[in-house]
């Protein structure tokens, strides 16, 4: 009697243990999914703006750390600013 009591508790801790894996594994395929998701947005976004130039960034000015706002000051290398490869 004693050895099938063991024997289900072992069994409940197995079954608590796999839940608790698969809910941690599909908590981070969700978020790498939606980190995708947004990493392929942005892309989409700057491709579609057609720009027809390379630039290098030659520093960055923060103007509000809290805010996270700022400007980037680059270094024009290819191409004209205003030229939208249309």
């Avoid at 608590?16 to 941690?24: G, T």
């Avoid at 395929?29 to 027809?52: A, C, P, Q």
């Avoid at 390379?54 to 600013?81: H, M, T, Y």
Wanted: hydrophobic share 50%; glycine share 4%; net charge positive.
């Amino acid at each position: 009697m004693f050895a099938f009591a063991a024997r289900k508790s072992l069994m409940n801790r197995w079954i608590v243990i796999a839940a608790i894996a698969l809910l941690l594994f599909l908590v981070a395929r969700i978020t790498f999914k939606t980190m995708n998701e947004v990493d392929d947005e942005m892309e989409s976004y700057v491709r579609n703006l057609h720009y027809n130039f390379n630039a290098r960034v030659d520093s960055i000015e923060i103007v509000n750390p809290k805010r996270q706002n700022g400007f980037l000051v680059c270094d024009l290398r290819k191409g004209k600013l205003n030229d939208y490869g249309r």
